[in-house]
């Protein structure tokens, strides 16, 4: 009689506790998630400091975390006025470069034979490295932005180029059977259905071209000229301010991450839907 | 519409045949189809895998010309009768686009039609309504990934009816569905046709399934494909779900059966 009547509540009280139990343990993977990786940064910068300290390194070989922190904040002026060029070289070759690719993708899909013309000398050129292009790209264009824009839009070029085609062809062949039964004409197909498939190929080609086009601009900036992160990186390295080099390090890994956010960001923007089979 | 083409079949095939050239060489895919289909006739397509069931089905939509013979459909070529959307097509996999939600997908083929004639076609229905004739009355606004499999090939039936098309062409649209599924939308489709009065030829591999739909089974055979027979189905038109257990349907299915074994 006592158990029947009692066993129906000691019942409820083990789902609750399982509910609750099961609620703590998603918090804690939740936390667990956010601290380790900080976990990791720090011992990351633990361990530079204690080598710095420990071994007693000059400041002009490497600097402590501390010296940077501190000429990041002491600088901010230099760095900030040296990081907006590069970011707008690296911004301007990043829409160029995709946007070009975009477009010769496109070409590439609707016409077979310019697709097997050049796409060899798409691949050829990308073979060249960028360290190799950038001087050539500098005689040709001279000392200001534009060659640092089209070193970085280079970069970013070939990536997107071969993902868009890729992307464009990817559509579902009964989607592409049924776009025929409905008559529908090339370019509804492209806009109704092959742009739309590309979406997913075309993001995961922008998020690398993101950071690459930072690299560009940086690359760029090397082979000539007075202002921008590149060129700050050069200074710093032959007047032994390891702090300052460090420090447009810095903010250079800075510009590539925001660079990835916001094209991560735009990403879960547009495309909403559940992609079927994409890496 | 004339005359003539009122009193034209459905469909109206001599002799047609499909051959597919591969690195190998070719591949006969269909040998010396016949067929005549009245207007409002549902006909099973039923054989095993290669008889060139879903290439017949695509000859008749103009995704596949044939290789020799002579087609018509509604008294015109594929081609004229697919630029008229007299066709609607229904695919093995649905075919939704994943970014559009159920409803936009139903409206797609009016949008293309829209550009293409500066008007849509008249419609019986709209999208709205045929979404409520094929049962998604309320999932209007879902994706593409929010439905199941069974609802899904309900939103491209409604897609594939928003023209309002004289011809519907179904290749093998049950075939990745459980058995529960499917039972309920065979009842359905039933339901649907007898409401619209299209013509509908049907692709499947099952023979209930061709059996409980069709008013003709047309038996294909494989290497090359060929038809094999033609079986009329002497059920009414009338049907639910439950005639499969008459002793009739029973004999007829053990008759195409036994067909399918030479086949």
């Known amino acids: 009689m006592t158990t029947s009547a009692r066993a129906p509540s000691a019942d409820l009280l083990e789902t609750d506790a399982g509910a609750i139990a099961h609620r703590l343990s998603l918090k804690r993977k939740r936390w667990r998630a956010r601290l380790l990786p900080a976990l990791g940064v720090f011992v990351l910068l633990f361990g530079w400091w204690a080598i710095v300290v420990g071994f007693e390194v000059k400041p002009f070989i490497a600097p402590s975390p501390f010296m940077v922190l501190n000429t990041l904040y002491a600088k901010r002026a230099i760095l900030l006025d040296n990081l907006i060029p590069t970011a707008l070289e690296a911004a301007g070759g990043f829409l160029l470069g995709n946007l070009v690719a975009i477009l010769i993708a496109t070409v590439f899909v609707h016409n077979k034979t310019l697709n097997d013309i050049f796409f060899p000398v798409a691949l050829m050129l990308n073979a060249i490295p960028i360290v190799a292009k950038a001087p050539v790209l500098v005689l040709m264009m001279g000392n200001g932005v534009e060659p640092k824009i089209a070193i970085a839009a280079l970069?970013?070029?070939?990536?997107?180029?071969?993902?868009?085609?890729?992307?464009?062809?990817?559509?579902?062949?009964?989607?592409?059977?049924?776009?025929?039964?409905?008559?529908?004409?090339?370019?509804?197909?492209?806009?109704?259905?092959?742009?739309?498939?590309?979406?997913?190929?075309?993001?995961?080609?922008?998020?690398?071209?993101?950071?690459?086009?930072?690299?560009?601009?940086?690359?760029g900036e090397w082979i000539g000229s007075t202002q921008g992160i590149g060129a700050l990186i050069l200074q710093a390295t032959y007047n032994f301010d390891s702090a300052l080099l460090y420090s447009a390090i810095v903010m250079s890994a800075c510009l590539s991450g925001s660079f990835f956010l916001i094209i991560a960001l735009l990403e879960r923007w547009l495309v909403r839907w559940q992609p079927q089979h994409v890496h | 519409m004339t005359t003539t083409e009122a009193l034209a079949p459905a469909i109206s095939c001599r002799g047609v045949s499909v051959r597919f050239f591969t690195e190998h060489g070719s591949v006969m895919a269909l040998k010396g189809v016949d067929l005549d289909v009245e207007a409002g006739e549902f006909i099973s397509l039923l054989g095993p895998s290669g008889c060139g069931k879903s290439t017949f089905l695509r000859v008749v939509a103009d995704l596949i010309p044939p290789s020799a013979g002579s087609i018509k459909v509604l008294g015109v070529g594929p081609e004229a009768a697919r630029l008229r959307r007299d066709i609607g097509f229904v695919f093995q996999d649905a075919a939704l686009l994943p970014w559009r939600t159920a409803l936009e997908n139903v409206e797609l083929p009016l949008e293309i039609a829209k550009a293409k004639f500066g008007a849509a076609p008249a419609?019986?229905?709209?999208?709205?309504?045929?979404?409520?004739?094929?049962?998604?009355?309320?999932?209007?606004?879902?994706?593409?990934?929010?439905?199941?499999?069974?609802?899904?090939?309900?939103?491209?039936?409604?897609?594939?009816?928003?023209?309002?098309?004289?011809?519907?062409?179904?290749?093998?649209?049950?075939?990745?569905?459980?058995?529960?599924?499917?039972?309920?939308?065979?009842?359905?489709?039933?339901?649907?046709?007898?409401?619209?009065?299209?013509?509908?030829?049907f692709v499947t591999h099952s023979i209930h399934e061709a059996a409980f739909l069709g008013q003709r089974v047309m038996m294909l055979a494989a290497n090359p494909g060929r038809v094999q027979e033609i079986v009329p189905i002497s059920l009414p038109a009338d049907r639910r779900l439950d005639i499969r257990e008459t002793p009739e349907f029973v004999q007829i299915t053990a008759r195409l059966r036994r067909i399918l074994e030479i086949c």
């Open chain 1, 155 to 219: 970069v970013c070029f070939f990536p997107t180029l071969v993902n868009m085609v890729r992307g464009l062809d990817a559509a579902n062949p009964q989607a592409m059977e049924l776009m025929r039964v409905l008559s529908a004409s090339k370019t509804e197909v492209f806009f109704k259905l092959r742009l739309f498939s590309s979406l997913p190929y075309l993001f995961s080609a922008l998020r690398i071209a993101a950071s690459m086009s930072v690299i560009g601009a940086v690359v």
């Open chain 2, 123 to 201: 419609s019986r229905a709209s999208p709205r309504e045929l979404l409520a004739l094929v049962g998604l009355k309320g999932s209007e606004r879902a994706y593409p990934h929010e439905l199941s499999g069974g609802m899904r090939q309900r939103v491209s039936i409604a897609r594939a009816l928003v023209t309002n098309p004289r011809i519907l062409l179904m290749d093998e649209p049950f075939g990745a569905l459980d058995e529960i599924t499917r039972d309920r939308l065979n009842e359905e489709l039933l339901r649907v046709w007898r409401e619209l009065g299209m013509t509908v030829l």
